[in-house]
């Protein structure tokens, strides 16, 4: 899978010296390009960005709003799933049912969607006015 090995060349940059905890991301558009991002950690640790907030920065620099899947991997016992934020993060540009897959780096990969992994999220709806 192309989303795959993306996501796996991507992690390697990854700069993570205080969780030791390489992530990658990669993100296939509605246009078919992939957008890739990488955690970026900082002594000051809230200050440190994941790596799908990086695949979508990419994405939205390069003109494109739509996500039609996202991988992450890393290189943990179990697979990587996204952080809260992250899962709020992808919703922004996702529908409920857009695959996100979980890897680890042996390649074994499980699909889930973006409305599983944040159901009764906050979205655009909570915004209008009653
Ligand atoms: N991290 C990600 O980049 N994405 C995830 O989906 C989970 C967590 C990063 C944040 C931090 O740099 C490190 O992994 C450990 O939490």
């Known amino acids: ?4 090995k ?3 060349a991507v992690r390697k940059k990854a700069y993570a010296p205080y969780s030791n905890f ?20 900082n002594v000051a640790y809230p200050e440190g960005t994941c790596a799908e907030a990086g695949a979508i920065a990419a994405m939205i620099a390069d ?16 697979k990587v799933s996204p952080c809260g934020g992250c899962r709020q993060k992808i919703s922004e540009f ?11 780096l042996d390649g074994d ?14 979205d655009k709806e909570h915004l209008e006015a009653k």
């Open 63 to 78: 003109g494109e709003t739509e996500i039609s899947e996202i991988l992450v991997v890393a290189g943990g016992a179990a």
């Open 109 to 122: 990969i499980e699909k889930i969607t973006i409305g599983n992994l944040l159901p009764a999220g906050f």
């Open 22 to 41: 390489q992530v990658g991301a990669a993100i296939r558009s509605a246009s078919g390009k992939i957008y890739v991002g990488c955690n970026v950690e």
């Open 1 to 4: 899978m192309d989303l795959f």
């Open 6 to 8: 993306a996501a796996v």
């Open 94 to 104: 996702a529908s409920a049912d857009t695959p996100v897959y979980l890897a680890d």
